[in-house]
């Protein structure tokens, strides 16, 4: 009992506390990076107000510039009336004058007074200058215009110690993975495969069938969908339902007992990737109808309770088109998309704060851009990425480094993944239309 209490306690209980230990440290080392994060977007949006106050001020500036032109023409204009006038009675006055000095009669008798015709003045022109009215500056209302900073929140998870994860932490890549099987579905053009358990896999292609095979290859059951020409993509729940994507109506459905129902259907956003979290809620990836946009909702039943778009800049997350965009979650609940458009691998936390992305490994892709085309993570929070032009399965860690790459398997077109309990990977090849199960840990 002591020798075996020594082994669980060198090889499993004291690295798990290590790995605490080593955590709560990467939050120390953290902590003035992320807070000065934090300053540094406070100090970004201090001078986009000032970019707009001075923009304000410029325009202000612009308009009293252009009153002004106004103002002077309006004396202008009279001024030039009151000169006019005054010429016209000097001309008088020198006429007069020459009259009287002249000895010539005809000139008297043919005189005319002007005196009345110069004693209607003209209106006095009184132009009154714009003010400027500032608006007092309230404090308070200023602070909460600004932005918002959300209080520290703490929150303290039960670290559960379990043997068998212990175990299971420490499983490390095999440095030849191995096909453990081929699962020929029939399907043209296989797009999808996803499992709940160990026994059994769901697929679909570009035909309307989705299709359930054991590990042996055996056909279980077929499932017609509803008015569409093939599922986008599928997933499984917890209960064993089946839900897939109908993009042509921008609607998912949901199969139970072999009654079909519509869970979600969406206007002027299409529907593309599901996944289905560790709490139930169902994530999916959309597309706005004019290709210019992309997102990820988060689903509560039918209910939406989260948007991912855009980065802590305002910056779009994932490229705005109809290109497919596989999702997964993380066992430590990042969300992960292979945008295959944008040639990376994008993972954002539970919040939908960008964590990191990753655009492929110099190695892999000397002859064509890494395609990632299929997504999936294991128990082991590695997260593995088909890419299907150079036709090979990326694997990565949490963290987004590279580990190794599956390209001694024979993989033609890879797309869609799925990994089961056990971590055995399963690979869907698209035009083959093979499902190839792959053994890539040591046991």
């Known amino acids: 009992e002591i020798i075996k209490d020594t082994k669980e306690l060198e090889n499993h209980i004291s690295p798990t506390y290590e790995d605490i230990a ?27 107000w000032h970019r707009e106050i001075d923009i304000v001020i ?40 020459k009259i009287e000095k002249s000895a010539e009669v005809s000139l008297t008798i043919e005189y005319s007074s002007k005196i009345k015709e110069f004693s209607k003045l003209p209106p006095k022109v009184k132009v009154t200058l714009p003010t400027f009215i500032p608006k007092p500056i309230d404090s308070e209302k200023l602070y909460s215009l600004f932005g918002q900073i959300t209080p520290l ?31 020929q579905t029939g399907h043209e053009k296989l797009r ?8 059994k896999i769901w697929t679909s292609g570009e035909t309307n069938d989705i299709k359930c095979f054991d590990t042996r290859g055996s056909l279980l059951q077929t499932i017609k969908t509803k008015s569409c020409k093939f599922p986008v993509d599928i997933a499984v729940d917890s209960a064993g339902d089946i839900l897939y994507v109908n993009g042509a109506t921008g609607t998912v ?59 802590g800049e305002g910056k779009p997350l994932y490229s705005g088109n109809d290109y ?57 929070n590695r997260i593995l990425t088909a890419d299907n ?32 309990n056990n971590d055995n990977l399963f690979v869907c090849e698209y035009k083959k239309g093979n499902v190839k199960k792959i053994n890539y840990l040591k046991l």
């Open 153 to 183: 929140s703490t929150a303290t998870e039960e670290n559960v110690y379990s043997l068998i994860q212990s175990k299971t932490s420490v499983r490390e890549l095999l440095n030849e993975p191995e096909v453990a099987a081929t699962i």
């Open 324 to 380: 497919t965009k596989y999702i997964t979650e993380n066992r430590n609940d990042d969300i992960c998309v292979a945008d295959s458009k944008a040639c990376a691998v994008v993972v954002v936390n539970q919040d939908g704060k960008l964590r990191w992305k990753y655009t492929g490994h110099p190695s892999v892709t000397k002859n064509k851009p890494f395609d990632p085309c299929g997504i999936t993570t294991d128990s082991q």
């Open 253 to 311: 459905y949901k199969v139970k007992n072999g009654q079909m129902t519509e869970m979600i259907r969406l206007q002027e956003w299409t529907p593309s990737q599901l996944c289905i979290t560790s709490t139930g809620d169902l994530l999916v990836t959309l597309h706005s109808d004019d290709e210019t946009q992309s997102k990820v909702v988060r689903y509560s039943g039918s209910t939406e309770t989260q948007t991912i778009q855009f980065d």
């Open 192 to 199: 999808s495969v996803t499992c709940l358990n160990d026994d």
């Open 22 to 48: 080593r955590d709560l440290e990467n939050q120390f080392a953290n902590l003035d990076g992320g807070y000065e994060k934090i300053t540094t977007t406070i100090s970004k949006q201090g001078e986009q």
């Open 58 to 97: 410029n325009k202000m500036k612009t308009e009293i510039s252009e009153i002004k032109g106004k103002h002077r023409y309006i004396l202008q204009k009279h001024l030039d009336e009151i000169k006019q006038i005054q010429s016209l009675v000097k001309e008088t006055v020198q006429a007069i004058g």
């Open 389 to 420: 032009d150079n036709h090979c399965i990326y694997i990565l860690d949490q963290n987004g480094q590279f580990l190794r790459c599956i390209d001694n398997c024979d993989l033609k077109d890879p797309s869609g993944l799925c990994v089961d």
